[in-house]
């Protein structure tokens, strides 16, 4: 009987682990599209690789490309109007020192001196990229930078490292730090220049993000977007060293095949374990557009990245927002004043920082994005208001607008209704959903869980059901062994006595 009840147990502990991993699993799947990765490099064939934003109701189909990963930002915006597998762990090779030269501008001066260590020129590989500098050897900062950038010299890249922050080590903590503040959600940098490290890695997505923050730096975008420079002579070296791009959309210095002049910065790079790297940044359809590619097979960094300017050219518009309150939708007028607490606006402009536009889809019209209403700063009579435009879960644009308002009596605002007109748009301007959306998603969600848990409580109870039938065969069947067993000792006693 104890035997039994030990059956019964495991059955149900059995029952009860595979509803917990049924649960467990349907919550991984619930969080996939948000879910950046864990750092693992991504290995996948490319031709198996989906390009997420074709499977985007009513979006432009993207080109087929050789890239394992990829995405094409706005720029200013920062709308994703492309993507392939843009948030998995990739090596970045030595597009990596864009964010060497974004934290090195921000962290010292361009007439600065840097003394190149033994260890900054000896540290690196021999074969890889450099402009024979020497121990001891003096350059600027901004010579470093543009060295850096146009030949991608390694030891260029050290030097800088142990200038601003002392160590190569302490330096990037300085770029992993940068990227935290930037919002990169899957990147870890380890050296500044990009030469494989099993733990230096980043993703497509990520990259973008720290392009369009380098793009902010003036000083960056003209050492990035220089075709060719000459450095002088030094204190170890007598003669000049011409210097070029090695972007071969910038440059024909190497080959004039892939020369385009729309393309007005970038970086290139390639290890034998990163493959082929790339970011490119262009002026299409009057907007400034970032193309990275990443894990790409030679020959088609450049085709590829041609394949994804030209999409972006025939596929999208820069569409004018409404720049003033006045000019604004009476429904999103309505969800203004309602998340302001106001009676109303009396005074509105453009904020200096606002886009002012979205990047609208030729498929699309501006009529089919929602807008969404956030405060961002806000004092007793004054406030900034951004009213984001989405479509699907991405923000196309926006505009960022500085209003003078005046609050509702104490009273009337709280007896005021939450909105007059429109949806209600939610605080964080990043979701798009509205409050209806949020309370169907949870609802649904937990539906789910639900149903998880009937169908569990189902199996058990069919489960101890099979248990308690057999257990009830087991003791008939016990039963008529006992009544043959007593039946038989009872014949044999009879016998016995007929025998004596």
Same mark, same amino acid.
């Given at each position: ?17 595979? !509803? ?15 879910? #950046? ?25 993207? @080109? ?16 994703? &109007?492309?993507? +392939? ?30 003394? /190149?260590?033994?260890?900054? *020129? ?22 470093? &930078? ?19 922050? %002392?160590? *190569?080590?302490?330096?990037? %903590? ?8 930037? %919002?990169?959600?899957?990147?870890? /940098?380890?050296? @500044? ?18 392009? !369009? ?14 075709? !060719? ?22 440059? +024909? ?13 970038? +970086? =290139? %790079? ?47 518009? +820069? ?27 009396? #005074? ?12 609208? @889809? ?5 009529? =089919? ?15 900034? #208001? ?56 949870? /609802? /649904?969600?937990? &539906? ?11 199996? *058990? ?10 257990? =009830? ?20 006693? *009879? ?6």
């Amino acid at each position: 009987m104890k035997f039994l009840y030990k059956c019964i147990l495991v059955l149900l502990a059995g029952v009860f682990y595979f !509803q917990f991993s049924v649960i467990s699993f349907a919550a991984q799947v619930e969080n996939t599209q948000s879910d #950046e990765g864990s750092g693992e490099i991504s290995q996948e064939a490319s031709e198996d690789i989906p390009i997420e934003s074709n499977l985007i109701p009513g979006w432009p189909q993207g @080109p087929a490309i050789n890239s394992e990963a990829a995405v094409v930002m706005d720029a200013k915006t920062g709308a994703i &109007l492309y993507e +392939k597998n843009m948030n998995a762990a990739e090596y970045p090779a030595s597009i990596t020192k864009i964010m060497t030269a974004l934290v090195a501008l921000e962290n010292s001066s361009l007439d600065e001196i840097v003394t /190149f260590s033994d260890n900054a *020129v000896f540290s690196i590989e021999r074969d890889s990229s450099h402009i024979a500098r020497t121990t001891g050897e003096q350059l600027t900062m901004e010579q470093c &930078l543009y060295a850096l950038l146009l030949e991608s010299a390694n030891e260029c890249a050290n030097a800088i490292a142990e200038h601003v922050a %002392g160590s *190569v080590d302490a330096f990037a %903590g300085m770029m992993n730090q940068k990227a935290q503040e930037l %919002g990169c959600t899957n990147t870890h /940098f380890v050296n @500044p220049h990009g030469l494989h490290d099993e733990n230096h890695y980043t993703t497509a997505r990520d990259m973008a993000v720290i392009v !369009q923050a380098a793009l902010q730096n003036d000083t960056f975008r003209t050492i990035a977007g220089t075709a !060719q420079y000459t450095l002088p002579a030094t204190n170890k070296n007598d003669e000049e060293l011409m210097m070029f791009h090695h972007h071969a959309m910038m440059s +024909k210095h190497r080959t004039a095949q892939y020369y385009d002049e729309t393309v007005f910065a970038g +970086k =290139n %790079g390639y290890t034998t374990d990163a493959l082929n790297t790339l970011v490119t940044c262009a002026n299409r359809n009057d907007m400034e557009i970032i193309c990275v590619t990443m894990r790409t097979e030679s020959g088609y960094s450049y085709p590829d990245t041609a394949s994804l300017l030209d999409y972006v050219t025939g596929n999208f518009t +820069k569409t004018a927002l409404p720049s003033t309150f006045e000019s604004l939708p009476e429904d999103i007028q309505a969800s203004v004043l309602s998340s302001l607490g106001a009676s109303s606006v009396t #005074e509105s402009s453009a904020a200096d920082d606002s886009p002012g536009y979205a990047v609208v @889809p030729n498929t699309l019209s501006l009529e =089919n994005l929602t807008p969404a209403v956030s405060t961002t700063e806000r004092t007793d009579a004054d406030a900034k #208001e951004v009213i984001s435009y989405m479509y699907e879960d991405r923000c196309l644009g926006c505009v960022a607008l500085r209003l003078s308002y005046t609050p509702l009596e104490a009273s009337a605002a709280s007896a005021a209704p939450a909105q007059s007109g429109g949806a209600q748009a939610p605080q964080d301007e990043t979701s798009g959903l509205s409050s209806r959306e949020e309370t169907s998603g949870g /609802f /649904f969600f937990y &539906l789910k869980y639900v149903l998880f848990a009937a169908v569990a409580l189902a199996a *058990v109870i069919f489960l101890v059901t099979i248990v308690l039938t057999v257990r =009830n065969r087991i003791a008939i069947h016990r039963r008529r062994r006992e009544r043959l067993r007593k039946r038989l000792l009872r014949k044999k006693s *009879v016998n016995e006595d007929s025998y004596f």
